[in-house]
T-cell receptor, first 112, second 114 residues
Framework: EADIYQTPRYLVIGTGKKITLECSQT?????MYWYQQDPGMELHLIHY???????EKGDLSSESTVSRIRTEHFPLTLESARPSHTSQYLC???????????FGSGTRLTVV | AQSVTQLGSHVSVSEGALVLLRCNYS??????LFWYVQYPNQGLQLLLK??????LVKGINGFEAEFKKSETSFHLTKPSAHMSDAAEYFC????????????FGKGTTLSVSS
Protein backbone atom coordinates (compact mmCIF):
# COMPACT_ATOMS: atom_id res chain seq x y z
CA GLU A 1 0.00 0.00 0.00
CA ALA A 2 1.62 3.23 -1.17
CA ASP A 3 1.94 5.93 1.45
CA ILE A 4 3.25 8.51 -0.97
CA TYR A 5 1.17 9.50 -3.94
CA GLN A 6 2.10 11.22 -7.16
CA THR A 7 -0.34 12.57 -9.71
CA PRO A 8 -0.66 12.42 -12.60
CA ARG A 9 1.17 9.18 -13.50
CA TYR A 10 1.50 10.23 -17.12
CA LEU A 11 1.23 13.69 -18.65
CA VAL A 12 1.62 14.85 -22.24
CA ILE A 13 1.54 18.61 -22.57
CA GLY A 14 2.38 21.28 -25.12
CA THR A 15 5.36 23.60 -25.01
CA GLY A 16 4.83 26.74 -22.97
CA LYS A 17 2.16 25.33 -20.69
CA LYS A 18 2.34 25.67 -16.91
CA ILE A 19 2.17 22.38 -15.04
CA THR A 20 2.17 21.23 -11.44
CA LEU A 21 3.18 17.73 -10.43
CA GLU A 22 1.55 16.69 -7.18
CA CYS A 23 3.18 14.71 -4.38
CA SER A 24 1.54 13.86 -1.06
CA GLN A 25 2.54 11.56 1.77
CA THR A 26 0.59 10.29 4.74
CA UNK A 27 3.51 9.24 6.93
CA UNK A 28 4.18 12.60 8.58
CA UNK A 29 7.72 12.69 7.22
CA UNK A 30 9.53 16.01 7.53
CA UNK A 31 11.93 15.37 4.65
CA MET A 32 10.74 15.28 1.06
CA TYR A 33 12.62 15.11 -2.22
CA TRP A 34 12.17 15.44 -5.98
CA TYR A 35 14.40 13.43 -8.30
CA GLN A 36 14.56 13.59 -12.10
CA GLN A 37 15.25 10.36 -13.94
CA ASP A 38 15.83 10.07 -17.67
CA PRO A 39 15.30 6.62 -19.26
CA GLY A 40 18.07 4.23 -18.30
CA MET A 41 19.84 6.94 -16.35
CA GLU A 42 20.65 7.69 -12.76
CA LEU A 43 18.48 9.74 -10.45
CA HIS A 44 19.36 13.39 -10.03
CA LEU A 45 18.18 15.38 -7.02
CA ILE A 46 16.48 18.60 -8.13
CA HIS A 47 14.73 19.82 -4.96
CA TYR A 48 14.41 18.89 -1.32
CA UNK A 49 12.68 20.09 1.81
CA UNK A 50 13.38 19.38 5.46
CA UNK A 51 10.13 20.84 6.72
CA UNK A 52 7.34 23.35 6.22
CA UNK A 53 8.51 26.56 4.51
CA UNK A 54 11.93 25.01 3.87
CA UNK A 55 13.02 24.24 0.30
CA GLU A 56 16.44 23.86 -1.29
CA LYS A 57 17.76 23.21 -4.77
CA GLY A 58 19.48 19.93 -5.41
CA ASP A 59 22.55 18.94 -7.36
CA LEU A 60 20.94 19.15 -10.80
CA SER A 61 19.94 22.58 -11.96
CA SER A 62 16.25 22.70 -12.75
CA GLU A 63 13.88 25.37 -14.00
CA SER A 64 11.16 23.96 -11.79
CA THR A 65 10.10 25.36 -8.44
CA VAL A 66 8.66 23.72 -5.34
CA SER A 67 6.72 24.74 -2.26
CA ARG A 68 6.14 23.19 1.15
CA ILE A 69 3.19 24.83 2.85
CA ARG A 70 1.98 21.64 4.51
CA THR A 71 4.04 18.75 5.82
CA GLU A 72 2.26 16.22 3.65
CA HIS A 73 2.34 18.13 0.36
CA PHE A 74 5.34 18.94 -1.88
CA PRO A 75 4.24 20.03 -5.36
CA LEU A 76 6.63 20.77 -8.22
CA THR A 77 5.77 23.47 -10.77
CA LEU A 78 7.09 24.23 -14.23
CA GLU A 79 5.99 27.72 -15.31
CA SER A 80 6.65 27.10 -19.01
CA ALA A 81 7.22 23.53 -20.11
CA ARG A 82 9.78 22.74 -22.80
CA PRO A 83 10.70 19.50 -24.59
CA SER A 84 13.93 19.40 -22.55
CA HIS A 85 11.74 18.88 -19.46
CA THR A 86 10.59 15.52 -20.79
CA SER A 87 11.56 13.02 -18.11
CA GLN A 88 10.33 10.96 -15.21
CA TYR A 89 9.92 12.83 -11.92
CA LEU A 90 10.10 10.85 -8.68
CA CYS A 91 9.00 12.15 -5.31
CA UNK A 92 10.28 10.63 -2.06
CA UNK A 93 9.99 11.20 1.64
CA UNK A 94 11.97 10.20 4.70
CA UNK A 95 11.83 10.35 8.46
CA UNK A 96 15.55 9.86 8.92
CA UNK A 97 18.28 9.16 6.37
CA UNK A 98 19.09 5.91 8.16
CA UNK A 99 15.65 4.59 7.32
CA UNK A 100 15.98 5.27 3.60
CA UNK A 101 13.40 6.90 1.40
CA UNK A 102 9.88 5.94 0.44
CA PHE A 103 9.25 6.70 -3.23
CA GLY A 104 6.09 7.49 -5.11
CA SER A 105 5.28 5.78 -8.41
CA GLY A 106 6.53 8.73 -10.41
CA THR A 107 5.14 11.08 -13.05
CA ARG A 108 6.27 10.51 -16.61
CA LEU A 109 6.17 13.91 -18.33
CA THR A 110 6.32 14.39 -22.07
CA VAL A 111 6.44 17.90 -23.49
CA VAL A 112 5.64 18.13 -27.19
CA ALA B 1 32.37 14.29 -1.78
CA GLN B 2 30.36 11.13 -1.82
CA SER B 3 29.89 9.03 -4.91
CA VAL B 4 28.56 5.64 -5.94
CA THR B 5 29.81 3.47 -8.77
CA GLN B 6 27.82 0.52 -10.04
CA LEU B 7 29.98 -1.75 -12.16
CA GLY B 8 28.12 -3.04 -15.17
CA SER B 9 25.11 -1.20 -16.51
CA HIS B 10 23.56 -4.50 -17.62
CA VAL B 11 23.81 -7.96 -16.07
CA SER B 12 22.25 -11.06 -17.60
CA VAL B 13 21.76 -14.34 -15.75
CA SER B 14 19.83 -17.54 -16.26
CA GLU B 15 16.97 -18.46 -13.99
CA GLY B 16 18.38 -20.26 -10.95
CA ALA B 17 21.84 -18.74 -11.31
CA LEU B 18 23.63 -16.54 -8.80
CA VAL B 19 22.93 -12.82 -9.03
CA LEU B 20 25.81 -10.45 -8.24
CA LEU B 21 25.39 -6.70 -8.69
CA ARG B 22 28.41 -4.62 -7.80
CA CYS B 23 28.49 -1.32 -5.94
CA ASN B 24 31.47 0.69 -4.75
CA TYR B 25 31.22 3.92 -2.85
CA SER B 26 33.39 6.75 -1.69
CA UNK B 27 32.65 8.59 1.50
CA UNK B 28 34.68 10.59 3.97
CA UNK B 29 32.59 9.35 6.88
CA UNK B 30 30.99 6.00 7.73
CA UNK B 31 28.16 5.78 5.25
CA UNK B 32 24.62 4.53 5.22
CA LEU B 33 24.20 2.26 2.18
CA PHE B 34 21.06 1.20 0.37
CA TRP B 35 19.90 -0.95 -2.51
CA TYR B 36 16.68 -0.09 -4.31
CA VAL B 37 14.81 -1.93 -7.06
CA GLN B 38 12.72 -0.29 -9.77
CA TYR B 39 10.26 -2.19 -11.92
CA PRO B 40 9.12 -0.68 -15.24
CA ASN B 41 7.02 2.45 -14.90
CA GLN B 42 7.20 2.38 -11.12
CA GLY B 43 9.01 4.18 -8.34
CA LEU B 44 11.90 2.76 -6.33
CA GLN B 45 11.40 0.16 -3.62
CA LEU B 46 13.87 -0.33 -0.78
CA LEU B 47 15.51 -3.79 -0.94
CA LEU B 48 17.87 -3.50 2.02
CA LYS B 49 20.07 -1.10 3.92
CA UNK B 50 23.22 -0.96 6.01
CA UNK B 51 23.54 1.62 8.76
CA UNK B 52 25.52 0.13 11.63
CA UNK B 53 26.14 -3.27 13.17
CA UNK B 54 26.20 -6.52 11.23
CA UNK B 55 27.90 -6.08 7.89
CA LEU B 56 25.83 -8.76 6.15
CA VAL B 57 22.32 -7.48 5.70
CA LYS B 58 19.33 -9.37 4.40
CA GLY B 59 16.55 -7.77 2.45
CA ILE B 60 13.33 -8.63 0.72
CA ASN B 61 12.89 -11.19 -2.06
CA GLY B 62 15.92 -13.22 -0.95
CA PHE B 63 18.52 -10.52 -1.61
CA GLU B 64 21.42 -9.75 0.68
CA ALA B 65 24.44 -7.47 0.65
CA GLU B 66 27.69 -7.26 2.55
CA PHE B 67 29.34 -4.04 3.65
CA LYS B 68 33.11 -4.30 3.23
CA LYS B 69 34.79 -1.19 4.54
CA SER B 70 38.27 -2.20 3.39
CA GLU B 71 37.01 -2.59 -0.17
CA THR B 72 34.49 0.28 0.02
CA SER B 73 31.97 -2.09 -1.48
CA PHE B 74 28.35 -3.06 -0.92
CA HIS B 75 27.62 -5.75 -3.50
CA LEU B 76 24.12 -7.20 -3.85
CA THR B 77 23.64 -10.95 -4.19
CA LYS B 78 20.90 -13.53 -4.52
CA PRO B 79 21.69 -17.26 -4.63
CA SER B 80 19.09 -18.17 -7.24
CA ALA B 81 17.61 -15.76 -9.76
CA HIS B 82 13.92 -15.75 -10.56
CA MET B 83 12.27 -14.31 -13.63
CA SER B 84 10.51 -11.77 -11.42
CA ASP B 85 13.89 -10.34 -10.38
CA ALA B 86 14.30 -8.68 -13.79
CA ALA B 87 14.37 -4.95 -13.00
CA GLU B 88 16.63 -1.94 -12.52
CA TYR B 89 18.72 -1.90 -9.35
CA PHE B 90 20.18 1.20 -7.75
CA CYS B 91 22.82 1.49 -5.06
CA UNK B 92 22.75 4.62 -2.91
CA UNK B 93 24.88 6.20 -0.20
CA UNK B 94 24.17 8.75 2.49
CA UNK B 95 26.45 10.37 4.98
CA UNK B 96 23.67 10.06 7.48
CA UNK B 97 24.08 13.64 8.53
CA UNK B 98 21.44 16.31 8.64
CA UNK B 99 21.36 18.33 5.47
CA UNK B 100 22.44 15.56 3.13
CA UNK B 101 20.43 13.52 0.67
CA UNK B 102 20.94 10.10 -0.87
CA UNK B 103 23.35 9.89 -3.78
CA PHE B 104 22.39 7.21 -6.31
CA GLY B 105 24.47 5.18 -8.70
CA LYS B 106 23.59 4.98 -12.39
CA GLY B 107 21.77 1.71 -11.95
CA THR B 108 22.20 -1.84 -13.21
CA THR B 109 19.60 -3.54 -15.38
CA LEU B 110 19.18 -7.19 -14.44
CA SER B 111 17.86 -9.53 -17.13
CA VAL B 112 16.84 -13.10 -16.28
CA SER B 113 16.43 -15.69 -19.00
CA SER B 114 14.68 -19.03 -18.77
Amino acid sequence: EADIYQTPRYLVIGTGKKITLECSQTMGHDKMYWYQQDPGMELHLIHYSYGVNSTEKGDLSSESTVSRIRTEHFPLTLESARPSHTSQYLCASSDREAYGYTFGSGTRLTVV
Amino acid sequence: AQSVTQLGSHVSVSEGALVLLRCNYSSSVPPYLFWYVQYPNQGLQLLLKYTTGATLVKGINGFEAEFKKSETSFHLTKPSAHMSDAAEYFCAVSKGQAGTALIFGKGTTLSVSS
